[in-house]
């Protein structure tokens, strides 16, 4: 596998305790011998052209980790899947590419597909990490279907994510936000006032845990606006007094930080 984004098929192998010189000893069943060998030959001989697409930048990964999963695997498949690709950051992994290439070019049902058995094999292999990122990918991938489908990915991620004290918590609480303040988009577009002022609350929660000032000002005007609707006016003017105090403390923050250029 010679490509310059993932590591070399070799040093995969020896990541996934894998011998090539040592199957038929290792594996003794002729059926499940086939699938290490197809493994080992897609790690080692597959290559890539230069001018190939990005989806196909870590083929050789994933056809492997496809026969991983034909002889459940799990383990070794958790730690393929999870491979990071050799960018600046290394935050990119073969878990993400796939779904993510499919989705560029249409193929929405293959990718929602490799998610759910990535998500298999995570919960199978107890990897708790790499589920939450699963599950966050599934919400994104949910929310042009259903968003109360998209949404339940995202509380799960997020429940799974707060427990194990994963970093990835900000990013699920931010895609959250997105699925209430849609959420709440509708609902006033239907004229459900009140289910629009708990999606609001619960974004404006989900703002005061991150510490996002923006994001309280806009709900606020938007809670402002609703009890306007509702005629309860005495709400609508505590919600704007709350956003105009929180924009009086904004403005020396930012004032000072403009000076500081």
Request: glycine fraction near 4%; include cysteine.
């Amino acid at each position: 596998m010679t490509n310059n984004f993932t590591p070399s098929g070799e040093l995969v192998l020896e990541q996934l305790g894998i011998n090539p010189h040592n199957l038929r000893a290792d594996f003794p069943n002729r059926e499940q011998r086939l699938h290490y060998r197809a493994v080992v030959q897609w790690l080692t001989d597959y290559t890539l052209e230069p001018e190939e697409a990005n989806i196909r930048i870590g083929r050789g990964c994933l056809e492997a980790f496809y026969h991983l999963y034909q002889v459940e695997d799990w383990e070794r498949a958790r730690k393929i899947i999870g491979t990071p690709l050799n960018t600046p950051s290394n935050e990119k992994s073969l878990i993400q590419l796939r779904p993510w290439g499919y989705y560029k070019f249409g193929q929405y049902s293959e990718a929602l597909e490799y998610l759910q058995t990535a998500l298999e094999i995570c919960r199978k292999a107890g990897d708790r990490y790499t589920e939450v990122r699963t599950l966050y990918d599934l919400a994104i991938f949910h929310l042009l279907g259903s968003r109360v489908v998209a949404l339940d990915y995202c509380e799960q991620a997020l429940a799974i994510a707060k427990q194990m004290k994963i970093p990835l918590v900000k990013n699920c609480q931010q895609l959250k936000t997105l699925f209430l303040n849609e959420e709440a988009h509708t609902n006033l577009s239907l004229g459900n006032y009140i289910q629009a002022i708990e999606c609001y609350q619960q974004v404006l929660t989900i703002a005061q845990e991150l510490q996002d000032n923006r994001e309280k000002e806009q709900v606020l005007i938007n809670l402002g606006k609703v009890c306007c609707a509702l005629g309860d006016y005495t709400k609508a003017i505590a919600h704007n007094q709350q956003h105009l105090s929180l924009v009086q403390e904004t403005l020396p923050q930012m004032k000072l930080a403009h000076s500081s250029f």
